[in-house]
C-alpha cells in the first residue's frame, strides 16, 4: 500500500497561502505558455485578440517588405508597431496562462492523492475474507472493496458495511479524522483518503478517471472550465464592437483619400487595435479562471464557472439553523419540574434516560445533573438502553420494570398517555421554546416529571454579517427541524428575514420553486441524500464534502470543510468575480477617449489643421503619438494582470453605490490613466529621439 496520504503535500488552503501573484514558477511556466497559445486555432475563441494577431502577423510582413523598398519607406516604425501588437497579444495570453498556473499549481496536491492505489476486491460481500488484490485502475462501478486499518480507498464509493475512522487530510487540509458509517448521511468516502481504524465494505461509485478527484483537478487547472453565459454575451459584445471598428477603419481610407491624406496599413493596424477593447478581451478569461481559484482557496470546488457566476446574482440564502446560524450543539441549561416534584428527582430521571446517550448533548444532561444537584448515575445490571428513533423521537433506558424515557414534547406525551399535562408543564415548555432553546419532556415509569431546556447558541457576528447581505439586496431564510415558536426566537435573535420551521425536504423544495417562480435566484446547502432534491432545484447547491454522494452530486459545489456558513463566502466571491469583470470591463471602454486623443489628430493633422486641438497631451509628433497609444495599449495589459487574479476588493453595498464607485474608479480611472500613460511614453521617446 502507499505511504500515508497526509505527509504527500500540502493540502488545497494551505496551498493557496503559498501561491503568490510574482510566484516564478507560476511564472515562467506562464510565459512558456503564452507563446503556446498564440496558436491562431486557440486564439480564435476569443476574437478580440484573434484580430490583434492577424493585423499583427500582417504588419509584420508589410514591415519586413519595407526593409527591401528603396528610400522612403519606413520600415523601422512598421516593425515597432508590429512588435507592440505582437506584445499586446502575449500579454492577453500570459494573464490567462498564470490564471491557468495558478490553478495547475494548486491541483499538485491533489494529483498526489490520485496515484494509483491497490485495492482488495470483494466477489462477495456476504464474506470478505475472500478478496483478490487488483489495481484500483481495474476496478469499476458497483464492485465492492475492502479496506482496513492504513490502507488507502481506491476510489469514490459507498458504505455499505461498517464503520471507521478516516484521515481525509489529502483532500480537506484537516488533519483530525473523521467518522463514516454505512447507512446514514455520512456514508461517502473519497479516492485517495485513508483508513485510520477499523474497517469497511465500499461500493465503488466512480470510475478511475471520473472521481471527485479527477473532476477537482480539471476544474481546478481550468481544462474543464465552460464559459458562463455572461462571459458569452460579452464575448458577443466585444465581437461586435470590433468588427464595427474594423469597418469604420476600413472606411477611413477612403475618406484619407479624398482629403489627400495617405494612410499606411501599419497606422490603421494600430487605430484598429487602440479602438477595439483589447483590455478586457485579453483579461476576460483570466478574470472567470481567477474567480474558480479564489474559490479554491476557501477549499469550495465549482463543477462549473457558471455556478460561480450565478452565486454572484443569488438573492435568497437558504441556511440550516443547525451549525450555520448556531453552533450547532445544543447543551443541558436547566430543569424545569412540574408540581409536585422536586428539580433533583428530574434531574436523576434526566441522567437514567441519557445513560446510553453519548452524544454532546446526551452527555450535557450528565453534567447539568452532577454540577446542580450532584447526581451521579450508572446504569443498573441488565439495563438495555432505548436509542433514538426519528420515528418515536424518544430515547431512554429499560432496567426491569423500571423505564426512563426522554424526547419531543407531543411524542412523549402521546407515548405515556397524558391527554392534559398540568398548566406549569405546558408554560414551561412555551417559556423555553420562546427564549429559543428546545424543550425535552421527561417521563419515570409512564409519569411525567418535567422539562429539559437545551440551548443552541447563536453564533457571534452573525447578525451583522445577515445584516450585511441584507444591504447586498440578499434574503436570507433560515431552515429548521425546530417548532414555530422555538424558530421564531432563533430568526429574531439572528436577524434573518424569514424562516421554514418543521422543515420537511418537500418544503425546501417547495420554497425553492416558489421563490424561483418570483424571479429570484436561490442559494442553500446540505449533505444528506434528502437534500439532493432541493440541492439540484437551487441555482447554487452547496454540498458538504462529508455528505452523501447523491448530495454531491447534485449540487454544483463541494465545501471541502464541510462548513455551512462557507455559503456566504461563496456569494462574495461570486460577486466579486461579476465586480471585477464589471469594473475592467468599464475601464477598458472608457481608456480609448485618451487614445482617440493621441491617434485621430496625429493622422489627420497634415490635411486638417483644425485638429491639432485636439493635441491636449501635446505629443511630439505624429509618429510619436500612434506608437505611445500602441505602447500604452499593451502595457496596461501587463499592467491589470494582478487585479484579474486577485479580483476587485468586494464591499457589502447597494448596486446603486457599487456602480456610483465603479464609474467614478475605473471609468474616471480609465479615462484619466491612459491621459498620463501615453504622455509619459511620449516624453520618454522624446528622449531616447525615438520617430521624434
Known amino acids: 500500500m502507499s505511504a500515508n496520504l497526509s505527509a504527500s503535500g500540502p493540502p488545497p488552503g494551505e496551498a493557496a497561502a503559498a501561491f503568490s501573484l510574482l510566484d516564478r514558477r507560476i511564472a515562467s511556466r506562464a510565459a512558456r505558455d503564452a507563446l503556446v497559445k498564440l496558436n491562431p486555432r486557440q486564439l480564435a475563441r476569443n476574437p478580440v485578440i484573434f484580430v490583434t494577431e492577424i493585423v499583427a502577423l500582417l504588419t509584420t510582413v508589410l514591415g519586413v517588405r519595407e526593409l527591401f523598398q528603396p528610400a522612403g519607406a519606413q520600415p523601422a516604425f512598421a516593425l515597432a508597431i508590429a512588435a507592440w501588437l505582437w506584445l499586446t497579444v502575449l500579454f492577453a495570453t500570459f494573464a490567462e496562462a498564470m490564471a491557468e498556473g495558478r490553478g495547475r499549481a494548486r491541483a499538485e496536491s491533489l494529483r498526489r492523492a490520485r496515484n494509483e492505489t491497490l485495492a482488495k476486491r470483494v466477489p462477495n460481500p456476504d464474506d470478505p475474507a475472500l478478496f483478490g488484490t487488483v489495481s484500483s485502475t481495474e476496478l469499476r462501478v458497483g464492485d465492492v472493496v475492502l479496506v482496513e486499518t492504513n490502507d488507502l480507498i481506491p476510489l469514490d464509493g459507498e458504505i455499505i458495511r461498517g464503520i471507521a475512522s478516516i484521515n481525509e487530510s489529502a483532500i480537506t487540509g484537516e488533519s483530525a479524522p473523521v467518522i463514516r458509517e454505512a447507512g446514514g448521511d455520512r456514508s461517502a468516502v473519497t479516492g485517495g483518503t485513508q483508513v485510520v481504524s477499523d474497517s469497511l465494505l465500499v461500493r465503488i461509485t466512480a ?70 477593447p483589447t483590455t478586457i478581451g485579453g483579461l476576460l478569461s483570466a478574470i472567470g479562471i481567477a474567480g474558480m481559484d479564489r474559490l479554491v482557496r476557501f477549499n469550495v470546488v465549482a463543477t462549473s464557472g457558471r455556478a460561480v457566476e450565478a452565486a454572484g446574482d443569488v438573492d435568497t440564502l437558504l441556511l440550516d439553523k443547525t451549525g450555520t446560524i448556531t453552533f450547532g450543539n445544543r447543551m ?149 427541524g425546530d417548532n414555530r415558536v422555538t424558530a421564531a426566537a432563533i430568526a429574531g ?39 439532493a432534491p432541493a440541492l439540484a432545484q437551487a441555482d447554487v447547491g452547496v454540498a458538504m464534502q462529508t455528505g452523501t454522494q447523491a448530495a454531491r452530486e447534485a449540487a454544483n459545489m463541494v465545501d471541502l470543510d464541510s462548513d455551512p456558513t462557507k455559503l456566504i463566502e461563496i456569494v462574495e466571491i461570486g460577486k466579486q468575480l461579476l465586480i471585477t469583470r464589471g469594473a475592467l470591463t468599464t475601464f477598458s471602454i472608457a481608456n480609448d477617449i485618451a487614445k482617440y486623443f493621441a491617434i485621430l489628430p496625429a493622422i489627420f493633422v497634415v490635411a486638417y489643421p483644425g485638429l491639432s486641438a485636439l493635441n491636449v497631451m501635446r505629443l511630439s509628433t505624429p509618429q510619436s503619438a500612434i506608437l505611445s497609444a500602441v505602447i500604452f495599449n499593451a502595457l496596461v495589459i501587463i499592467a491589470l494582470v494582478p487585479l484579474a487574479l486577485r479580483g476587485v476588493r468586494f464591499k457589502a453595498v447597494s448596486a446603486a453605490s457599487l456602480l456610483r464607485r465603479n464609474l467614478l474608479i475605473y471609468g474616471l480611472g480609465g479615462i484619466v490613466v491612459p491621459f498620463v500613460g501615453i504622455k509619459l511614453i511620449d516624453l520618454i521617446l522624446t528622449a531616447l529621439h525615438i520617430f521624434t
Request: charged fraction near 20%; proline fraction near 5%.
Open 207 to 276: 470510475a478511475s478517471g471520473n472521481t471527485f478527484i479527477d473532476r477537482m483537478i480539471a476544474l481546478v487547472e481550468g481544462a474543464s472550465r465552460a464559459k458562463t453565459p455572461n462571459e458569452i454575451a460579452l464575448d458577443i459584445l466585444l465581437a461586435g464592437l470590433t468588427i464595427i471598428f474594423l469597418i469604420a477603419v476600413a472606411t477611413l481610407v477612403g475618406f484619407a483619400h479624398y482629403s489627400g491624406t495617405v494612410l499606411s496599413v501599419p497606422v490603421l493596424a494600430a487605430l484598429l487595435v487602440t479602438l477595439i
Open 493 to 531: 435573535e439572528a436577524g434573518v428575514d424569514d424562516f421554514i420551521a418543521e422543515a420537511t425536504p418537500q418544503d425546501k423544495l417547495g420554497y425553492i420553486r416558489a421563490a424561483q417562480a418570483e424571479g429570484r435566484l436561490v442559494a442553500m446547502c446540505g449533505d444528506g441524500t434528502n437534500d
Open 332 to 480: 443541558a441549561a436547566a430543569f424545569h419540574p412540574v408540581p409536585g416534584i422536586e428539580a433533583g428527582q428530574l434531574a436523576r430521571a434526566a441522567a437514567m434516560a441519557s445513560v446510553g446517550d453519548e452524544t454532546p448533548e446526551g452527555r450535557s444532561v450528565h453534567v447539568l445533573a452532577r454540577e446542580r444537584h450532584d447526581v451521579v448515575t450508572t446504569a443498573p445490571d441488565g439495563a438495555v438502553p432505548v436509542p433514538f428513533s426519528a420515528n418515536t423521537r424518544l430515547s431512554g433506558l429499560d432496567a426491569g420494570d423500571s423505564t426512563w424515557r426522554k424526547g419531543a414534547v407531543d411524542s412523549l406525551l402521546a407515548a405515556i398517555g397524558e391527554a392534559r399535562p398540568p398548566a406549569a408543564f405546558t408554560q414551561s415548555v412555551e417559556k423555553v421554546a420562546r427564549s429559543g432553546g428546545t424543550p425535552l419532556a421527561v417521563s419515570e415509569d409512564g409519569r411525567l416529571l418535567g422539562v429539559i431546556e437545551l440551548k443552541d447558541v447563536v453564533k457571534p457576528g452573525i447578525r451583522d454579517r445577515f445584516a450585511a447581505l441584507r444591504r447586498m439586496g440578499i434574503r436570507t431564510v433560515m431552515v429548521t
